[in-house]
């Protein structure tokens, strides 16, 4: 065959590529798409709400983020400086810590999963993957932070939903879409600080793919995160001495060395730590949470009261990391491991039978999903180098993709380097979102498997 004849079709096989997303995109967003979803919320709300009664729980970090309201309730502002920031806080002043802030945060969890549901239906995916999605949802393991007094259900869906305005913001070039994103991403991260963090990572993900066309979006995107830190830091150095986002990053940089307590070169926390250590082990408990066990003792040895101890330990940590990178690579990189491992609190694992279930589907979507990034998206990258002539510029529906993966590996990469430990609890602020990416490409590798069989001149691209 001559060369003419081959340039001929593959120039034929781009045009049909290109199409794919066009004609997957009139499916559309349409009024039953939006009355069916509400029903699907309403009824998971229903349920959830007659199930769980004795919602909201506490659980380990609840007081913590009760200290604060108790000094504003008492004193109508805070009088002292609390290791977390003022997002969840806000949201208990507003709802209070009864049942209606559980029926806040299950409402909020519900409202996060629709609008990504609807915007499946918005980028035309098959309205069968859709409900999937809506199915996989709200079912316990993807719901169950709603029932406690904690900060991920609060995270989760103003990350979804700053997902989805950007979003909004790609397809429609509106600008109130990315004004109100960012201000998500901000309220998101005033509840746990990795996700402002999450901002810099999709402005720079829209820098790459098109400076051109998205740098003033990127710079809208990041301007509310640069100011609230900025002014949040700004405030405690005025009004408490201490010029920091949170002085309890010390303490979470803590679990992300438990392996490095040996290199200590203070001789009272080393004790401490590697005695706090050496207890969790014979409890049989995470030894990432030692720091928390050694903190009374360090505070009465060392003289130094909580905000202080959060200075030294940064000081600590921050020195065993810059001697020991290799052991802190090792550790951040069990976390990274242990972060995608099944996650079920109290409220699901009282039964081995449905434990086994909801282990079971967490792994799948996992798996599904770390096979898609990176499987497919390593032959999609290999694919444009080889061949540049197919891929001329980066879709929109490519776009969002890549925006989905950029917030939970952002996410990821924040909370293991911080946080550190083994606790999957900090993935579950974007299990929405992983789901999002599962059944996105799901759907996109059933229209070119099918497009591919359709179209003469695509199968046999596809086969050569």
Known sequence: MSSLAIDAKTQSAAANLGRLPAVAGRRGLKPANWIAMAVVCVAAFVIYSLLWAQAPLSMTDTVSYLHPVQDFLAHHRFTQLHGRLPGLTVF????????????????LHLIGVGALALLMFRLGVRAAFVWTFAFLGVLPPYVQNAAYLSSETFTEAFLALGFVLLCAFVLKRRWPYCVFASLCFVWAGLARPAILFVPFALALILVVVSWKRFLRAAAVLVLAPVLFVGGWILYTGLEFHYFGLSYFSGYQLSCSTIGMYEYIDNPIAR??????RAGMYVAGMTPNDAIWKAVPHLEQ?????????????????????????EAFLEEFTRAMVMYWFPYLTKVLSYRSALKLVWDGVQLLVAAVFLFEVGVLGGFAIGSKFLDRGLVSRVSDKLLIYLLAIGAIFQTEITSCAVVGGSNPRFRSVTDPLTIFCVVVVADWALTAWRASHRDPVLREEVRS
């Open 271 to 276: 004790e401490e730590l590697l005695k706090a």
């Open 92 to 107: 208990i002043l507003m709802v209070g810590t009864g049942r209606a802030y559980f029926y806040a945060t299950l409402a």
């Open 301 to 325: 040895r060392l003289g130094l009261n909580e905000v202080d101890l959060g200075r030294f330990l940064l000081r600590m940590n921050v020195k065993l990391i810059t001697h020991h990178p």
